[in-house]
């Protein structure tokens, strides 16, 4: 065992199975030179507490709702890497997140709700490693109605 899955298993998470893809044409990570850029994620959420699958944020879920479901949505990036790199422990840090809410009008805490991926990454890969560039957007829709959708960028070892 790897030990960034160690550590997740310290901080109380197991990695859950990839996402499946619905179409052939592309797939959760795509690996150029030393950077891993992973497609953006938000569907088939493991079930952690507090996670919701579908509705809006500031609607039909709390901040706090959004920020345990863009964690899940963070594990899940963490599911397709090792599925792509094998070992986890070649991801030496993470470089950008880029989270889209789904949003109810007139809320404006994106951030907030997008806080719950790079608290985790910040947690799993520590303040060197975890620290990273980011944006945090507001959507009227997301894909088949989720609240939260991720991809970012992962420097390699």
Do not use: W
């Not at 992973?38 to 901040?63: E, F, M, Q």
């Amino acid at each position: 065992m790897s030990t960034l899955e160690t550590k997740l298993r310290q901080m109380g998470y197991t990695i859950p199975p990839p996402f499946r893809f619905p179409n052939p044409n592309r797939t959760g990570c795509v690996v150029v030179g030393s950077i891993v850029f992973v497609s953006g994620h938000g569907r088939d959420l493991p079930l952690l507490p507090n996670v919701k699958h579908a509705g809006k944020v500031g609607r039909d879920l709390t901040i706090e709702e959004g920020y345990a479901t863009a964690r899940a949505v963070a594990l899940s990036m963490l599911a397709s890497l090792k599925q792509e790199l094998g070992d986890l422990d070649r991801i030496k840090r993470i470089v950008r997140l880029f989270g889209m809410v789904n949003v109810a009008p007139g809320f404006d805490r994106m951030p907030q709700v997008i806080d719950g991926a790079s608290d985790f990454f910040y947690e799993l890969l520590g303040p060197q490693n975890g620290q990273h560039a980011r944006s945090a957007v507001g959507l009227a829709e997301l894909p088949h109605g989720i609240p939260v959708e991720i991809n970012g960028e992962f420097e390699l070892r």
